[in-house]
């Protein structure tokens, strides 16, 4: 009976999620009971496939994803995969119809990590962060307004904003790893040698627009998701503002992070915010 292995892929995504990303698993956990295990399955795929690129170093990586993409295609298809991870995944894309080509744009920026390591032009870099981030935004979108092609049409920009925010907060933040351990600069035209006060103040305002058009959008979701996104974006804009009070010197040197006691408070007062309807959407 496919419903029992149904099952355990699903508590296979939850359990992704849960040991790579504890912030992003609460986060979810604040969703609607009737769409939160589909974002865990979308989770689970982004995850999955990250971790080839980034991490599997002393494996054939380019073969790997190969063959992950190829049985994602099958399993979508086919509607089942052998692959837990996948077959959770295919579930939520045949349920919501998630368009084939974000999935397509996210696989393609998989495979940028694969073979570039600087990107020079604003238009590779935009590529880059669309099928890294923006796409899986529009994933969960989809996921939330529970396939509206209204809904979905008018909130898309700004998920295509907040993806953008959410990746460039990282990029900034995992500068050193990406540079040293992966070898790797997402920001255009950055020499890591002469990274300096200018060099981060455009790029935290550059990330400050995108936050900017993203909140409208949260105001918009359906209650299914609103807060639970509210909170992701609270998150980042905190991490933010920490990254802009660091130094450039400082950024290059470490990773800066957000304690467990600020994420509490972060978490508290957004609630009491919230509740209270005294957010500032616009």
């Known amino acids: ?28 956990s604040l969703l609607s009971k009737s769409i939160r295990q589909d974002i865990f399955n979308i989770y689970g795929f982004v995850r999955l496939a990250d971790e080839i690129v980034d991490t599997f170093h002393d494996f054939p990586k380019k073969e790997l994803l190969l063959e992950f993409e190829e049985e994602l295609w099958r399993g979508i298809d086919n509607k089942i995969s052998l692959n837990p991870i996948l077959n959770s995944f295919q579930n939520t894309v045949n349920k919501y119809s998630i368009p084939k080509e974000l999935i397509s744009s996210f696989l393609d920026s998989m495979k940028m990590d694969l073979e570039k ?38 909130l898309s920009n700004y998920a295509v904003s907040l993806g953008s925010a959410f990746q460039k907060v990282n990029f900034l933040r995992d500068l050193k790893n990406d540079s040293n351990i992966l070898n790797r600069v997402y920001f255009p035209n950055i020499d890591m040698n002469n990274f300096n006060e200018e060099s981060k103040k455009e790029i935290i ?50 990773r800066v992070r957000i304690h467990n006691f600020q994420k509490i408070t972060v978490i508290a007062r957004s609630y009491v915010k919230y509740q209270l309807n005294l957010i500032q959407w616009i």
């Open 1 to 28: 009976m496919k419903y029992i292995f149904d099952k355990v892929s699903e508590e296979s995504s939850k359990i992704v999620i849960k040991r790579y990303s504890t912030s992003f698993y609460f986060s979810s």
């Open 117 to 154: 390591k600087e990107y020079d032009s604003i238009e590779e870099y935009k590529k880059y962060i669309y099928g890294s981030a923006d796409v899986v935004g529009l994933m969960c979108l989809k996921v939330f307004v529970k396939g509206s092609d209204i809904l979905y049409s008018n």
């Open 205 to 254: 305002n550059e990330i400050e627009l995108d936050f900017k058009n993203a909140i409208k959008g949260i105001a918009q979701l359906p209650k299914n998701s609103r807060f639970a996104v509210y909170i992701a974006y609270r998150y980042y804009n905190k991490l933010l503002k920490k990254l802009k009070r660091t130094s450039s010197e400082n950024i290059v040197k470490k």
